[in-house]
C-alpha cells in the first residue's frame, strides 16, 4: 500500500538515476574549491558561530570561577583525607 508521497519498501523513481548517484559523489560545492578558500571558509564559519555565542558577563564569569576554585579546594581536601585515611589504614594491616 503506498501514499501520496511514496513507500518505505518501494523508493521513488528519482533516487534510482544514475544522473543523481554522479552528483552525489562528487562532492558539490567542496570539490569545485581549493583547499585554501575550504580553510578560509572554515576560519569564517568559526568566527560566525562565535558572533553567536552568549557571553556571560564579569560578574558571572567571577562568580563561575569562584564556585569552581571552592569545589575544587573541596576535592583536593576530601581527596587528601581519603588517602591519609588508607595510608594509616594499610599501615595498621600491613605492619
Same mark, same amino acid.
Given at each position: #500500500?503506498?501514499?501520496?508521497? +511514496?513507500?518505505?519498501? #518501494?523508493?521513488?523513481? =528519482?533516487? =534510482?538515476?544514475?544522473? @543523481? %548517484?554522479?552528483?552525489?559523489?562528487? +562532492? /558539490?560545492? %567542496? *570539490?569545485?574549491? /581549493?583547499?585554501?578558500?575550504?580553510? *578560509? !571558509?572554515?576560519? %569564517?564559519? &568559526?568566527? @560566525? =558561530? !562565535? %558572533? ?14 569562584? *564556585?569552581? &576554585?571552592?569545589?575544587?579546594? $573541596? #576535592?583536593? +581536601?576530601?581527596?587528601? !583525607? $581519603?588517602?591519609? /585515611?588508607? /595510608?594509616?589504614? *594499610?599501615?595498621?594491616?600491613? +605492619?
Amino acid at each position: #500500500m503506498t501514499d501520496a508521497v +511514496g513507500s518505505i519498501d #518501494m523508493p521513488d523513481a =528519482e533516487d =534510482e538515476t544514475p544522473d @543523481a %548517484r554522479k552528483k552525489n559523489r562528487k +562532492g /558539490g560545492k %567542496r *570539490a569545485k574549491k /581549493g583547499p585554501l578558500k575550504r580553510l *578560509a !571558509l572554515f576560519y %569564517r564559519q &568559526i568566527v @560566525a =558561530e !562565535l %558572533r553567536k555565542v552568549v557571553w556571560p558577563t564579569r560578574s558571572q564569569l567571577s562568580s563561575y570561577t569562584t *564556585a569552581v &576554585i571552592i569545589f575544587v579546594v $573541596f #576535592m583536593i +581536601g576530601l581527596v587528601t !583525607l $581519603f588517602d591519609y /585515611g588508607f /595510608g594509616h589504614a *594499610a599501615k595498621y594491616v600491613f +605492619g
